[in-house]
């Protein structure tokens, strides 16, 4: 079965539903690392990708914003910069799967008893929710700007950078 567009499953609405205990054949996060480059070194400048819209964003999209981002840095400044998942996708995302082509009239149920096996997962973001952070130095400010600028394509929502401990200049 093909994935559907982001589109159909970006709006919040409904009741969050995440007890998998509930639930059989749930997929696997598709994010593979939360936390990504030099984990010991303490970096001055904190950028974040902040969201300006409420809206769900499937893990799909927030691990191509991730390996994106991580992209770029490792390119740019190798082993100075940290990249950081901050939100986990909890909501777990059901669809009522029909069947298509010739002949499915007859072997459809269509509407009926339509509740949706689980087909991924999601982060609901409120307003100014931050889904990426990189931790860098002051002389890569610019490479982390663009880092999270490509990464926020990846995303479903519009988005912009907050930096926080940024340089007296």
């Known amino acids: 079965m093909t994935r559907k567009p982001a589109r159909m499953y970006r709006k919040v609405e409904g009741q969050i539903y995440t007890r998998r205990e509930y639930m059989g054949g749930v997929p ?3 994010i593979t690392q939360f936390d990504t480059g030099n ?3 303490e970096f001055p400048l904190a950028l974040s990708l902040g969201t300006e819209e409420a809206a769900q964003v499937r893990d799909i999209a927030l691990e191509a914003a991730r390996v994106s981002a991580v992209r770029v840095l490792e390119k740019a400044a190798p082993n100075q910069y940290r990249v950081k998942v901050r939100r986990f996708p909890h909501q777990i995302l059901r669809e009522h799967k029909m069947a298509m082509g010739a002949g ?3 072997i459809s149920d269509g509407m009926r008893r339509a509740f949706g096996k689980p087909v991924g997962h999601a982060v609901r ?6 889904l990426l952070t990189v931790y860098t130095t002051v ?3 610019a490479d982390a700007k ?3 600028r490509k990464a926020s394509h990846k995303l479903p ?3 912009r950078v907050i930096v926080s401990g940024a340089p007296a200049s």
């Open 39 to 41: 984990a010991r070194a």
């Open 146 to 148: 663009e880092a999270l």
């Open 125 to 130: 973001a409120e307003i100014g929710s931050e």
């Open 104 to 106: 499915a009239d007859r």
């Open 139 to 141: 002389d890569h400010l």
């Open 157 to 159: 929502v519009p988005t």
């Open 28 to 30: 696997t996060c598709r």
